[in-house]
């Protein structure tokens, strides 16, 4: 039952708050040239984000033998952990969890990595004392861009979608929450662009954590707790984006 007295924020972890989008893009496509599967980096990258069940389906193609995709998601697995001791959070990706924190908003890690990468997650941001809820694959039946994960964060963490802001870097994470009407902020440092983002319904966008949070008092976030104002929904195509310099874009459709 969500508790109507309270509003959070959450968070997508990866490529969002640990620098980890492109350790994934090199991780999958080490896995797919041993399947013998030739594909470009650069169209691995613009799937990250998606589950792998979905990424695969992207990459290679619906109708394809799917008798290998649990080789590919081993092997993926297995060079991707040979990164976790080394995983880094982007710049000042904890400070924006404490200060959310501070500001009375319920920090939600709203990711869908598999519960052995989330543990090397949440030991790289070492910010486990503000982080209410967190989840993981196993909590959703969809990956993204279906709201699964976003869905079982709210009911996880007693919050009700009109009560959150989500934030996330790739336009998978700007669909997902779409599609719960909640308003999502999207990030450039997983490497998806700005326009992409905004064009996708990104309620406003930034560099980084870092930039964040230096216009954490006038993003979409000190909304929630400012009465005067209402951030409930993604723009949609068409709409202006106001960016943390001040900048507007037109998204496109």
């Not at 404490?98 to 890690?109: P, S, T």
């Not at 990104?202 to 209402?230: E, H, M």
């Not at 949609?236 to 459709?253: M, Q, S």
Request: proline content about 4%; overall charge negative.
């Amino acid at each position: 039952m969500p508790d109507d007295n309270r509003c959070g924020v959450l968070f997508d972890v990866d490529g969002t708050l640990v620098d980890t989008t492109y350790l994934h893009t090199v991780s999958w496509w080490e896995a797919l040239r041993q399947g013998d599967h030739r594909v470009p980096m650069a169209r691995i990258h613009r799937a990250i984000g998606m589950g792998s069940d979905k990424l695969l389906d992207h990459l290679l193609g619906a109708e394809r033998d799917r008798d290998a995709d649990g080789k590919l998601r081993d092997t993926h697995d297995a060079l991707y952990a040979e990164y976790w001791e080394r995983l880094a959070p982007l710049p000042r990706a904890v400070d924006l969890l404490r200060a959310c924190a501070a500001r009375g908003l319920r920090v939600v890690l709203a990711t869908s990595a598999a519960e052995h990468e989330v543990a090397a997650l949440r030991a790289a941001l070492d910010a486990d004392d503000v982080i209410d809820t967190v989840t993981s694959s196993a909590d959703a039946a969809e990956s993204k861009p279906a709201p699964d994960i976003l869905e079982a964060a709210l009911a996880q963490s007693g919050l009700a979608a009109e009560r959150v802001v989500f934030v996330g870097d790739s336009v998978w994470d700007v669909a997902a929450a779409g599609k719960l009407d909640v308003p999502c902020i999207g990030l450039t440092c997983g490497g998806t662009s700005r326009g992409e983002l905004a064009g996708s319904g990104a309620v406003a966008v930034y560099d980084d954590p870092a930039t964040l949070l230096d216009g954490l008092a006038d993003s979409a976030i000190a909304a929630l707790t400012d009465p005067t104002r209402s951030v409930r929904a993604p723009r949609r195509a068409g709409d202006t984006v106001t960016g943390p310099t001040g900048e507007k874009t037109d998204t496109e459709a």
